[in-house]
């Protein structure tokens, strides 16, 4: 993912760099020539906002503990691309020295201060324009922090809700286990309780080593060595 970013950085760089150039050259270019500059930069613009919403889009693609470096990058751009269009409606209304003879004629001197008022006027309604766009500009940066901040406070819900699931999970099977537990032992107490005596005499010599998983195999097995167990009393009588 970063490589795509970084290709569409320096596309960006590129075609930024070319639109500064002209910006700077249209204020001296005849009227038929500054046309076709003027609609050629616009269509540049165009194209480096496409790129700011590749970029952007890819930004959003980043985990978010990795997030914060692209999207300061992403601001300077946005910033970047902000002064480019400020520049590019300064530099449609400066006029060149001949273009303002053109327009003046023969009669400049008299004009002229009409002229420098209009500037003036224009240039005042740039700075009024210019402060919006940075207001507005602040509002997104605002509004895009809090969309982040929300994605994150999701995932980490999301990943909390996993956790609890896990540890309900564990739970049931705990209390599966300790109930499986308590049905074995209920069955060899009863198993124990029908017993001769004898017999639990003979267990109680194996008890250390034995577990209830073991106890009702030994009970039940035809081999086992408390079936075959006698007690001394009935070895003495077969003797007699």
Same mark, same amino acid.
């Given at each position: 993912?970063?490589?795509?970013?970084?290709?569409?950085?320096?596309?960006?760089?590129?075609?930024?760099?070319?639109?500064?150039?002209?910006?700077?050259?249209?204020?001296?270019?005849?009227?038929?020539?500054?046309?076709?500059?003027?609609?050629?930069?616009?269509?540049?613009?165009?194209?480096?906002?496409?790129?700011?919403?590749?970029?952007?889009?890819?930004?959003?693609?980043?985990?978010?503990?990795?997030?914060?470096?692209?999207?300061?990058?992403?601001?300077?751009?946005?910033?970047?691309?902000?002064?480019?269009?400020?520049?590019?409606?300064?530099?449609?209304?400066?006029?060149?020295?001949?273009?303002?003879?053109?327009?003046?004629?023969?009669?400049?001197?008299?004009?002229?201060?009409?002229?420098? @008022?209009?500037?003036?006027? *224009?240039?005042? =309604?740039?700075?009024?324009?210019?402060? %919006?766009?940075? #207001? &507005? +500009?602040? $509002?997104?940066?605002?509004?895009?922090?809090?969309?982040?901040?929300?994605?994150?406070?999701?995932?980490?819900?999301?990943?909390?809700?996993?956790?609890?699931? @896990?540890?309900?999970?564990? *739970?049931?099977? =705990?209390?599966?286990?300790?109930?499986? %537990?308590?049905? #074995? &032992? +209920?069955? $060899?107490?009863?198993?124990?309780?029908?017993?001769?005596?004898?017999?639990?005499?003979?267990?109680?010599?194996?008890?250390?080593?034995?577990?209830?998983?073991?106890?009702?195999?030994?009970?039940?097995?035809?081999?086992?060595?408390?079936?075959?167990?006698?007690?001394?009393? &009935?070895?003495?009588?077969?003797?007699?």
């Amino acid at each position: 993912m970063s490589s795509d970013f970084e290709g569409y950085e320096q596309d960006f760089a590129v075609l930024t760099a070319e639109i500064t150039n002209k910006i700077a050259r249209v204020p001296r270019l005849p009227p038929d020539e500054k046309k076709q500059v003027v609609a050629n930069v616009e269509k540049q613009l165009e194209e480096a906002k496409e790129l700011l919403e590749q970029m952007d889009l890819e930004v959003r693609e980043i985990p978010p503990q990795s997030r914060g470096m692209y999207s300061n990058r992403m601001r300077s751009y946005k910033q970047e691309m902000g002064k480019l269009e400020t520049d590019f409606k300064r530099s449609r209304i400066a006029y060149s020295d001949e273009v303002r003879n053109e327009l003046l004629g023969d009669d400049g001197n008299s004009s002229e201060n009409q002229l420098i @008022k209009l500037r003036e006027e *224009r240039a005042h =309604l740039l700075d009024n324009t210019e402060r %919006l766009e940075r #207001s &507005s +500009r602040r $509002l997104e940066a605002g509004y895009q922090i809090a969309v982040e901040t929300e994605q994150i406070g999701q995932e980490m819900l999301e990943n909390l809700s996993h956790d609890r699931e @896990k540890i309900q999970r564990a *739970r049931e099977r =705990l209390r599966e286990t300790d109930a499986n %537990l308590g049905k #074995s &032992s +209920r069955v $060899l107490t009863g198993m124990l309780r029908r017993l001769p005596r004898s017999k639990v005499k003979f267990l109680g010599h194996f008890q250390p080593t034995l577990t209830p998983l073991h106890m009702p195999l030994l009970l039940l097995h035809p081999q086992s060595p408390i079936q075959n167990h006698k007690p001394p009393n &009935s070895q003495i009588r077969g003797n007699m």
